[in-house]
């Protein structure tokens, strides 16, 4: 049988079968010594003991012939009494480490066929305990992972459908005579569908970067003269709500980044702050070099003072699809993974993104990038 139990059982009772043939074997030694100098004192003799009992047996009378057979038979029975005991006890020890391992195999299988967050109750502080817990967390993961990826693909199946709907419909109309076709018609299809590129795309590039697979071609890149590109790019949106575009960027040096990737990151989070800006607002973005943690970073901030969000929405703004305003109103919102992608980004550069905002008076988010490498 390769079952642990017997092993361990087998190699425990060979032990303890061993010491017990020692003992046994070192008590009747010590015990015909003993007892040949009583015989020695008893009877007076001028023969020569071998040490072998059987050569003074000659000389025993009957009650040490009785005491050295009750001697042995007491022996006998303690001996096999702590091998029936040590027997038992390996079985039980190697069951303690075995059965565990048993519910723990038996868990592992059913995550393997799907029932993802099976834990076991396992609540000893040995390795096998250890191992318990970190089974449990990983079945747990398994499982979020999974309610998370399910989520996400309704998510995604729910944004392609109303576009695709409105397109749809658009067309049929189209096709039916019941919609013009005019160039203003088709012009707005197309600008549905070019949303719609975008948004696939930018799942695209957040499920890469969320897997960190999405490749980053990193140079020493200049971040306020992205900022400038993305500011002068958006110019045209910012006056058109009558909204100013400040920038006071500090003295800072290049670091190594990927610039398409950083300067999407600016982008989504000014026209974010454009977005959720009223008329004749304010945008600044800044720059500067601050220490933290002991090390140098880069902090990039875009304050607005638009809208603002809830406090009980701040921790979710970063999550996929997640909007303040439910409606889905074009106007009003984007795809809802403009931040995720932020936030991804920003930490597949080793950076992270935080906010503060308040209801009414505006939003701030700050952003640090590391210095590339060790720096004092
Ligand atoms: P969306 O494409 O809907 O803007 P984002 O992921 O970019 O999605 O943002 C998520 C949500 O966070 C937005 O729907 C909005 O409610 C809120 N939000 C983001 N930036 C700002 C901001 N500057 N001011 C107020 N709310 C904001």
Same mark, same amino acid.
């Given at each position: 049988m390769n079952s642990i139990t017997y092993r361990i059982t087998g190699l425990m009772f060979l032990g303890i079968f061993l010491t017990v043939l020692i003992l046994i074997n070192l008590a009747n030694y010590q015990m015909e010594m003993l007892f040949e100098e009583y015989l020695k004192v008893q009877y007076g003799t001028h023969r020569q003991f071998m040490g072998a009992i059987h050569e003074s047996a000659a000389m025993m009378g009957l009650p040490e012939k009785e005491f050295m057979q009750s001697f042995h038979r007491s022996l006998f029975w303690v001996g096999g009494a702590i091998l029936f005991v040590g027997l038992i006890a390996s079985y039980l020890l190697a069951q303690s480490i075995t059965v565990p391992l048993r519910y723990l195999s038996s868990a592992a299988d059913a995550v393997r066929k799907g029932a993802y967050g099976r834990q076991v109750d396992i609540s000893s502080d040995d390795e096998v305990g250890q191992l318990a817990v970190i089974f449990n967390r990983m079945s747990k993961a398994l499982a979020d992972n999974n309610s998370l990826r399910q989520r996400f693909l309704a998510d995604i199946a729910h944004e392609l459908k109303t576009p695709l709907t409105v397109i749809q419909g658009n067309l049929e109309g189209m096709l039916e005579g019941v919609i013009d076709r005019s160039d203003e018609q088709i012009? =707005?299809?197309? @600008? /549905? #569908?070019?949303?719609?590129?975008?948004?696939?795309?930018?799942?695209?590039?957040? #499920?890469?970067? /969320?897997?960190?697979?999405?490749?980053? @071609?990193?140079? *020493?890149?200049?971040?306020?003269?992205?900022? =400038?590109?993305?500011?002068?790019?958006? /110019? *045209?949106?910012?006056? /058109?709500?009558n909204i100013a575009l400040v920038s006071k960027l500090g003295r800072i040096p290049e670091i190594i980044i990927d610039t398409d990737r950083i300067a999407q990151v600016f982008y989504n989070l000014i026209t974010n702050a454009l977005r959720y800006t009223t008329k004749n607002g304010k945008i600044t973005i800044s720059t500067d070099v601050v220490r933290k943690d002991g090390r140098k970073w880069i902090k990039i901030e875009v304050a607005d003072n638009g809208i603002g969000i809830f406090p009980q929405d701040l921790p979710f703004i970063f999550d996929h699809f997640y909007r303040v305003d439910k409606s889905r109103d074009k106007q009003s919102g984007g795809s809802g993974i403009g931040l995720a992608i932020v936030k991804q980004l920003i930490e597949n550069h080793g950076g992270t993104v935080e906010v503060v905002s308040e209801r009414g008076k505006g939003s701030t988010f700050f952003m640090y990038l590391p210095f590339e490498g060790k720096n004092s």
């Open positions: 012009n =707005s299809l197309y @600008e /549905e #569908t070019f949303q719609l590129n975008r948004m696939i795309r930018d799942l695209r590039d957040l #499920t890469l970067a /969320e897997a960190g697979q999405l490749p980053l @071609e990193k140079k *020493p890149g200049d971040i306020n003269g992205l900022i =400038s590109r993305v500011l002068l790019m958006l /110019e *045209p949106l910012a006056e /058109e709500k």
